[in-house]
């Protein structure tokens, strides 16, 4: 295997967590971000995730929010050709800064064609500014990166808004907090179980699935099952004033078909 690392790194466990944590704005991360939690309340068991707001606005309970990305329908963000780097760091242009802190560093190419390390490796960003990427120190590469290497940016909790045509996988889930998530904050987010969702307004049926519209859920219309990310518990109307739908979400464990099967 081309890596020096074992496959893990910084082991922790599921917890769990009450009302105050929920409706958390964390400037700091209260909880290990990208923490899974498994809760039950008056509306039945729950999975929910800690996630950061790197949409550059605030996000507001009840919105739906896909893993950021540089494209629509991936959790990547790609940098070609960077201008040099070391084996924790690499120098390019055009990062939003702490944007990708945590995201996972992969190295797609190494500009020798050769397939040499680093190629094929991951790190982890330890943090970005506009033009550098620092990795985890305890997670270096096997070899420096060299200006003209290729890398892809992998989101894991970080989160955007939603928009409509996401598909399923790359979806992160509902916004529980009451109070929301301000920009590069942290928060619990809803990827399975049932929850009262922001929804466009137009019609939904009751047990329909539900796809990602903008910043919220809306009707599957002719949307293949691939941009499902769950069933309308209730039905809503297009003069319904709420613009929610009452649905259970199912992003825990997702199509993963990608695309159109």
């Known amino acids: 295997m081309?890596?020096?690392?074992?496959?893990?790194?910084?082991?922790?466990?599921?917890?769990?967590l009450g009302m105050r944590e929920i409706n958390g704005d964390d400037a700091a991360p209260q909880n290990r971000p990208g923490t899974i939690a498994i809760i039950v309340d008056a509306f039945g068991?729950?999975?929910v995730k800690y996630c950061r707001n790197v949409n550059g606005s605030a996000i507001t309970m009840g919105e739906l929010h896909a893993y950021a990305s540089s494209a629509a329908n991936v959790r990547t963000t790609s940098i070609s050709n960077i201008t040099s780097g070391t084996t924790t760091s690499a120098v390019t242009t055009g990062?939003?800064?702490?944007?990708?802190?945590?995201?996972?560093?992969?190295?797609?190419?190494?500009?020798?064609?050769?397939?040499?390390?680093?190629?094929?490796?991951a790190s982890i960003v330890a943090?970005?500014?506009?033009?550098?990427?620092?990795?985890?120190?305890?997670?270096?590469?096997?070899?420096?990166?060299?200006?003209?290497?290729?890398?892809?940016?992998?989101?894991?909790?970080q989160v955007e808004d939603a928009a409509a045509a996401d598909e399923a996988w790359t979806v992160a889930g509902v916004a529980l907090g009451r109070y929301g998530v301000s920009n590069l904050q942290y928060g619990w987010y809803q990827v399975e179980g049932i929850v009262n969702a922001d929804a466009t307004a137009a019609t939904i049926t009751s047990g329909d699935p539900v796809s990602a519209g903008a910043v919220a859920v809306a009707a599957f219309g002719t949307d293949g099952h691939?941009?499902?990310?769950?069933?309308?518990?209730?039905?809503?109307?297009?003069?319904?004033?709420?613009?929610?739908?009452?649905?259970?979400?199912?992003?825990?464990?997702?199509?993963?078909?990608?695309?159109?099967?």
Do not use: Q
């Open 127 to 157: 943090d970005n500014t506009t033009t550098a990427i620092t990795m985890e120190a305890d997670y270096p590469f096997s070899a420096a990166l060299a200006a003209n290497d290729d890398l892809m940016l992998v989101s894991t909790y």
């Open 226 to 261: 691939e941009l499902w990310v769950g069933t309308a518990l209730a039905g809503m109307t297009s003069d319904s004033v709420a613009a929610t739908c009452l649905v259970n979400l199912k992003l825990f464990a997702p199509e993963n078909s990608g695309g159109t099967p």
């Open 2 to 16: 081309a890596t020096n690392n074992d496959l893990v790194l910084n082991v922790g466990s599921i917890t769990g």
């Open 95 to 121: 990062l939003t800064a702490n944007r990708h802190d945590g995201m996972i560093c992969y190295v797609l190419d190494d500009a020798g064609a050769a397939g040499a390390a680093p190629e094929g490796e």
């Open 45 to 47: 068991p729950r999975i």
